[in-house]
Nanobody, 124 residues
Framework: QLQASGGGLVQAGGSLRLSCAAP????????LAWFRQAPGKEREFVAA????????YYSEYVEGRFTISRDNAKKTLYLQLNSLKPEDTAIYYC???????????????????WGQGTLVTVSS
């Protein structure tokens, strides 16, 4: 039910914009987030968007470089990735929280709907 896209190969310092189409009737009622998983590592929180005011929350590793946003009318979640580093290489997943109350959780266990992931590869 969530469809992530926009990944690709980019050089260090470059940018990408990820999209997550979520044609859910309840799209605007839940926090949404991006997670990523690098080879051999656990899935980690990247960013989240509150359901009501779209307030953004970021991992310390991406704050200042990535921007999460949501368009409730289009039922789409976005992640703008700037100043990419090789360590940003991972599969990026969008997810919907099963907890409506803010703030959005940073643990994957609190998310019940997941996209299939889109691969971001950053070359040095």
């Amino acid at each position: 039910q969530l469809q992530a896209s926009g990944g690709g190969l980019v050089q260090a310092g470059g940018s990408l914009r990820l999209s997550c189409a979520a044609p859910l009737r309840t799209f605007s009622s839940y926090p949404l987030a991006w997670f990523r998983q690098a080879p051999g590592k656990e899935r980690e929180f990247v960013a989240a968007s509150s359901r009501m005011d779209g307030r953004a929350y970021y991992s310390e590793y991406v704050e200042g470089r990535f921007t999460i946003s949501r368009d409730n009318a289009k039922k789409t979640l976005y992640l703008q990735l700037n100043s990419l580093k090789p360590e940003d290489t991972a599969i990026y997943y969008c997810a919907r929280s099963r907890i409506q109350s803010p703030p959005p959780r940073r643990e994957a266990i609190y998310y019940d709907l997941w996209g299939q992931g889109t691969l971001v590869t950053v070359s040095s």
